[in-house]
């Protein structure tokens, strides 16, 4: 531990130039005390550390001590420091480390270069979390990362349905975080099954360990599955009609790939346009559509078309009541 910390105390003097001893302490959360201590052990040890006094003070290293990381462009530097620590990397509890491996770099670096790092910082942010998305309770995580990491099977429990909860045992094959939401992908009876971390009941960790197919791929397992669920979910079809106004917000509402569609389109007389949407069930298309207003008018199917009307009218009867 106390060697983990006179090389992040080495790597900060050596990325930040003269720091305080209480400032130094902030950063490695311990007292001054042992900021001291850790002073003197590795100027005992060879490392030219000197401390000045007064209120402009602190601890520095000589100019010419310094480990150059040589061979990285200015785009490859600016690329490494756009990362931060991503809410994924700290639900699995590797913030210090990951920070720790970036100063290292970032010490490593030529004087030049390592200029690049706070301009950086300064320009660019990369937040993962969705706007109002509160974080999911994933109190099991932890112990699925260890069971993943050492190749160790898992007992679970989770209900596919309310009124129905099923335990498996189940050999880990990795995490995966998307859009800030982990799922768990593993394999049960020759099969291979993905589940929600939030959504499971109990986690229990068991000490029968488990060979991994060799020829599996996580990335390559993941897209595929992502790709049939959408084939899945999007299988109920609903065919819209589009004012004019409202066409240039489809892209946005539906993403790039409906373009296609409204350049083949052939507008009406009144400029609207015919287009054919898909959607995971009635209720997830009304309830999105319902969104557009007079922009988009179902057209069939016509149980979609009549839910819509029902809610329409629903809606409309509470406001006029409180109106007249």
């Given at each position: 531990m106390r060697a983990?910390?006179?090389?992040?105390?080495?790597?900060?003097?050596?990325?930040?130039?003269?720091?305080?001893?209480?400032?130094?302490?902030?950063?490695?959360?311990?007292?001054?005390?042992?900021?001291?201590?850790?002073?003197?052990?590795?100027?005992?040890?060879?490392?030219?550390?000197?401390?000045?006094?007064?209120?402009?003070?602190?601890f520095s290293l000589v100019d010419n001590y310094r480990t150059s990381l040589t061979g990285l462009t200015e785009g490859e530097v600016r690329a490494l420091f756009m990362l931060n620590v991503p809410t994924p990397l700290a639900d699995l509890g590797v913030t210090q480390e990951l920070k720790t491996a970036l100063l290292k770099l970032s010490a490593a670096l030529p004087t030049a270069r390592r200029a690049d790092e706070t301009l950086v910082r300064q320009r660019f942010y990369l937040d993962s979390t969705g706007w109002k998305s509160g974080a999911e309770s994933v109190p099991y995580l932890q112990t699925i990362q260890h069971a993943v990491w050492h190749d160790q099977k898992l007992r679970l429990t989770y209900r596919p349905i309310p009124t129905l909860e099923l335990e498996q045992l189940v050999e880990p094959y990795g995490l995966v975080a998307k859009a800030g939401i982990w799922y768990v992908v593993c394999v049960q009876a020759g099969r291979f099954q993905v589940h929600r971390v939030s959504e499971l009941r109990t986690v229990r960790q068991v000490e029968e360990t488990f060979a991994r197919d060799s020829e599996f791929d996580l990335s390559t397992f993941w897209q595929r599955y992502c790709e049939e669920r959408d084939q899945q979910q999007a299988n109920y079809s609903v065919r819209v009609r589009v004012t004019r106004n409202f066409i240039f917000a489809l892209p946005y509402y539906f993403g790039?790939?409906?373009?296609?569609?409204?350049?083949?389109?052939?507008?009406?007389?009144?400029?609207?346009?015919?287009?054919?949407?898909?959607?995971?069930?009635?209720?997830?298309?009304?309830?999105?559509?319902?969104?557009?207003?007079?922009?988009?008018?179902?057209?069939?199917?016509?149980a979609l078309r009549l839910s819509v009307c029902d809610y329409a009218r629903q809606v409309l009867s509470v406001y006029e009541s409180q109106i007249s």
């Open positions: 983990d910390r006179l090389l992040s105390l080495l790597m900060l003097l050596q990325t930040r130039g003269r720091m305080t001893a209480r400032a130094l302490a902030d950063e490695l959360e311990v007292s001054e005390r042992t900021i001291y201590r850790d002073i003197t052990a590795l100027s005992t040890s060879g490392v030219p550390v000197y401390g000045e006094a007064g209120p402009d003070g602190g790039n790939s409906i373009r296609a569609q409204i350049e083949s389109a052939r507008p009406d007389a009144e400029g609207r346009i015919t287009l054919d949407l898909a959607f995971s069930s009635l209720e997830e298309a009304r309830d999105r559509l319902l969104d557009f207003g007079r922009g988009v008018e179902v057209l069939s199917p016509l």
